[in-house]
């Protein structure tokens, strides 16, 4: 009699607004990154790109790349968390309102990281086969 291991993953996704979690100033709802944007800008960059899953050195990069990683990864962003917007919309955001931007994408993340967007169920079966 062999016996077959057979591994079954779920999938669950909560359902997302389309929006991000807070506007582009609302500093005031996250006190904690608003300094750390205030005290330490490279700082706060690295860590929201770190808990994005990114290179924490990647926004080091922004002066020599012309804004370009900020841009790529806010688009990345939308795209993973199903937020609706466009990638001539971020170039606008970022050139016109770097701090914020990124004051806005760590707050993000920190949400997303908290509430779960996703959940992975994984079940392992054994079927007995003659």
Do not use: N
Not at 4 to 18: D, F, K, L, N
Not at 26 to 32: E, I, L, N, T, Y
Not at 68 to 96: F, H, K
């Amino acid at each position: 009699m062999a016996v077959h291991q057979q591994q079954i993953t779920t999938v669950t996704t909560t359902q997302r607004s389309g929006e991000w979690s807070t506007g582009l100033c609302d500093c005031c709802s996250d006190m904690g990154t608003c300094c750390c944007a205030l005290w330490c800008f490279p700082c706060l960059q690295c860590q929201t790109a770190s808990h994005f899953g990114w290179c924490l050195c990647m926004p080091l990069l922004d002066p020599c790349a012309f804004m370009a990683v900020s841009c790529c990864m806010r688009s990345s962003m939308r795209e993973r968390y199903g937020i609706q917007g466009s990638t001539c919309g971020d170039v606008a955001l970022v050139c016109c309102c770097y701090v914020c931007t990124w004051c806005q994408m760590a707050r993000e993340v920190k949400t997303q990281t908290t509430s779960g967007p996703q959940q992975v169920h994984v079940v392992t079966q054994q079927v007995h086969m003659a």
